[in-house]
């Protein structure tokens, strides 16, 4: 296995893992707005999408990075906001690859680090995370909805 970054190339393999993780999220399923969603990003260059494939090539999980910027630190940061492995792949360390790629495009661009979010009934995800570094902070979220 190795993760690669994701490109225009990859796309329909990429659509099908990027459907099934919006799925798990409660989302219907709508590969042709995925597919055109995905594309954007990669051709905008306003996300970084690695993926990790098998030694055939195919795409076994995927995580999504989106820059952002700190005000107190003066400095990039990175969202991970999205992380999915094909479910007959889990448990063999994908996700961890995944993450430790989006930790050296922090290292590799002197971000001040990388933020994510998962939900708090996210067991897996949240074993996973702490496992990895990553310190649960004690902040308020808040979210506002366009309607």
């Known amino acids: 296995m190795k993760v ?9 393999s990429l659509v ?10 409660r989302q219907s399923s709508d590969k042709p707005q995925a597919k055109s969603f995905l594309e954007k990003r990669i051709a905008n260059k306003e996300s970084i ?3 990790c494939e098998d030694s055939k090539k195919k795409l076994l999980g995927f ?18 906001n999205d992380l999915y492995v094909q479910p007959d792949s889990r ?3 994908i996700s961890k690859l995944l993450i430790n790629a989006a930790k050296a495009l922090a290292k590799d661009t ?8 998962t939900e708090k009934n996210n067991t897996i995800g ?3 995370y702490q496992s990895m570094n990553f310190e649960l902070e004690a902040n308020n979220f808040y979210f506002w909805t366009n309607k």
């Open 126 to 128: 949240n074993i996973l």
């Open 110 to 117: 002197n971000a001040a680090g990388v933020l994510l979010e």
């Open 91 to 93: 448990g063999k360390g």
């Open 49 to 51: 999408i690695f993926c």
């Open 63 to 80: 995580t999504q990075l989106y820059p952002m910027f700190s005000s107190t630190r003066m400095k990039r940061m990175w969202l991970l």
């Open 4 to 12: 690669i970054r994701a490109e225009v190339k990859h796309l329909d």
């Open 16 to 25: 099908e893992l990027f459907d099934a993780y919006r799925v798990w999220y």
